[in-house]
């Protein structure tokens, strides 16, 4: 069977590709120490020798419109094409085109229909920047097959926290148990407090410090039974309008366990947002 | 009341760069078009088949002629569709970094929790 060589939960920041490949005047003030933490960042998934990439995330508005929106949604197709117009525009995103591991696609859509998930798929998936952003920060090479799984954290009606939570404990089961010797790394970003189009926005810090510290913990520390406890999709809202997208952070706690501590825990307080990076490893650390 | 057609308006437009300078430059003219050729348009389906009942009313019209985003905040329109088409309108005239972003922000500071509903 297939092993989880690495669960990788992180922010996704859409100007770190500018910011860390700007030079000269351009480059803002906070660059080099980012770039320091997304390479060592980098080193913990590239330590963990993965074969595949199961990639969450959360499509803005791109291919996923209020005409027919899925609630979670898995890629299966050969090559996915990569980043939008209005991702380039505003955030100076480069295209790209990622290779699919359909035979994974496949077993996902499979097991987790079988699961009780009525998970959607897309044969023909361009995807955004929730997943483009952690193949720059994490594997730029881009040169890993990928599964894409998208999340609805954005048009209500949502699913609920808990939701979140059990797909990602059946996705650790369902990449466990599909036949291949490969090795999979799961890969999700979502967001701390953050708010998009309101009055908080671009502020010094996140729109709530305090909610990203709580936050920073309950992953850390695996700690869902508390997380569930405080998290609702009412409650969401106080810390930022875009906070929903935690709820990806959630799903990612569930695909590495319940009380299972991160062995890599990392944050940069930005303006507009605090960044965090996370990642456990199911097997133990891997040697150098 | 429609959230869904002022969202469709604020995508549709978004991810077309024409229409993005159109709307900068002329907006009652572009919204008006807009609303006559492209509002009924069903989007994920073949060319040739629309829809028949989207219109705005006339506060919705009025809040889009007049790029109004304090407005579409309050109309419950989808604030990161606003946001990213009003960048795109004018961060370009920023004399500083996030200048457009910060004054965005600011506008809309009378508003307190819980915000408008933004659910379709």
């Not at chain 2, 989808?78 to 965005?104: G, V």
């Amino acid at each position: 069977m297939a092993s989880i060589v690495a669960v990788i939960a992180s922010t996704h920041h859409p100007f770190y590709y500018r910011a860390s490949t700007a030079t000269g005047e351009d480059r803002p003030p906070f660059a080099d120490e980012w770039t320091r933490k997304i390479l060592a960042f980098r080193e913990t998934l590239t330590r963990a020798r993965p074969d595949v990439l199961v990639m969450v995330g959360s499509d803005h508005f791109h291919q996923l419109w209020l005409d027919n929106m899925p609630q979670f949604l898995v890629g299966k197709a050969p090559h996915y094409d990569a980043n939008w117009y209005n991702e380039e525009r505003e955030f100076g995103l480069p295209r790209m085109l990622l290779t699919g591991q359909e035979d994974l696609s496949g077993h996902i859509l499979r097991a987790g229909l079988d699961a009780g998930f009525d998970l959607a798929f897309s044969n023909e998936l361009r995807i955004d920047h929730s997943i483009t952003c952690p193949i720059i920060t994490l594997r730029p090479e881009a040169d890993l097959p990928i599964v894409p799984i998208y999340t609805n954290i954005f048009a209500p009606p949502l699913p609920q926290p808990k939701r979140f939570v059990q797909l990602g404990q059946s996705i650790r089961d369902i990449v466990e148990s599909w036949p291949s010797h490969l090795r999979v790394a799961v890969i999700g970003t979502g967001h701390l407090s953050l708010e998009l189009g309101g009055p908080r926005q671009f502020g010094p810090h996140g729109p709530d410090p305090e909610f990203d510290r709580r936050a920073v913990e309950w992953i850390a520390n695996g700690d869902l039974d508390e997380c569930l406890r405080e998290v609702t999709l009412d409650s969401l809202h106080s810390p930022g309008n875009a906070t929903h997208g935690f709820m990806d952070f959630m799903l990612m706690m569930g695909v590495a366990g319940a009380g299972v501590k991160a062995d890599y825990v990392d944050t940069l307080d930005l303006f507009h947002t605090m960044e965090a990076y996370f990642t456990w490893y199911p097997n133990g650390a891997p040697t150098a | 009341m429609s959230r869904y057609l002022l969202n469709k308006f604020l995508f549709t437009v978004d991810r077309d760069p024409e229409l993005v300078e159109r709307y900068r430059s002329e907006p009652r003219e572009l919204v008006a078009w807009w609303e006559t050729e492209r509002a009924n348009a069903v989007l994920n389906c073949h060319t040739g088949e629309a829809s028949t009942w989207l219109r705005f009313d006339d506060v919705e019209r009025e809040a889009l002629a007049t790029h109004d985003h304090v407005k579409l905040f309050e109309l419950g329109a989808h604030p990161f569709l606003t946001l990213t088409l009003f960048i795109a309108l004018f961060e370009r005239d920023n004399t500083e970094p996030l200048e457009y972003q910060k004054s965005y922000g600011a506008r809309l500071a009378h508003f307190s929790m819980p915000y408008p509903d933004i659910a379709t």
